[in-house]
């Protein structure tokens, strides 16, 4: 059984830096992608970053230079680099796990329910 804790959440002004991680238990599959989704005040979960196992990471083009998603498979943690926040990064962050594939060139076009996997999610505040 996978499973996925997110921790790292807070509250940042604008222009500051936040390092989210996602803690992984029971990933033993040799291809997997795991996305970080953004849940936004009444919106529906985008996924914004992407690593898979080989190490190839995606990222849309709104945290495109911002963001750095890596993982650190001693430790079983991935996380996610933010930087340069702004008030539209605000959301809840949940990481996801796909363990079937790694991450596609379809990966932003797979709907959240695709995801069998997910963590709690970790709230992420960015103030103006």
């Known amino acids: 059984q996978v499973r996925l804790a997110e921790s790292g959440g807070g509250s940042v002004q604008a222009g500051g830096s936040l390092t989210l991680s996602c803690e992984t238990s029971?990933?033993?599959?040799?291809?997997?992608?795991i996305i970080w989704f953004r849940q936004g005040p009444e919106q529906g979960r985008k996924g914004v970053a992407a690593?898979?196992?080989?190490?190839?990471?995606r990222y849309i083009d709104s945290v495109m230079g911002r963001f750095t998603v890596s993982q650190d498979n001693a430790k079983n943690t991935l996380y996610l680099q933010m930087n340069s926040l702004k008030p539209e990064d605000t959301g809840m962050y949940y990481c996801?796990?796909?363990?079937?594939?790694?991450?596609?060139?379809?990966?932003?076009?797979?709907?959240?329910?695709?995801?069998?996997?997910w963590g709690h999610g970790t709230q992420v505040t960015v103030s103006s």
């Open positions: 029971g990933l033993t599959n040799d291809q997997y992608c």
């Open positions: 996801a796990a796909d363990v079937t594939y790694g991450c596609g060139d379809d990966t932003w076009t797979i709907p959240d329910y695709a995801y069998a996997y």
């Open positions: 690593i898979d196992s080989d190490g190839k990471t």
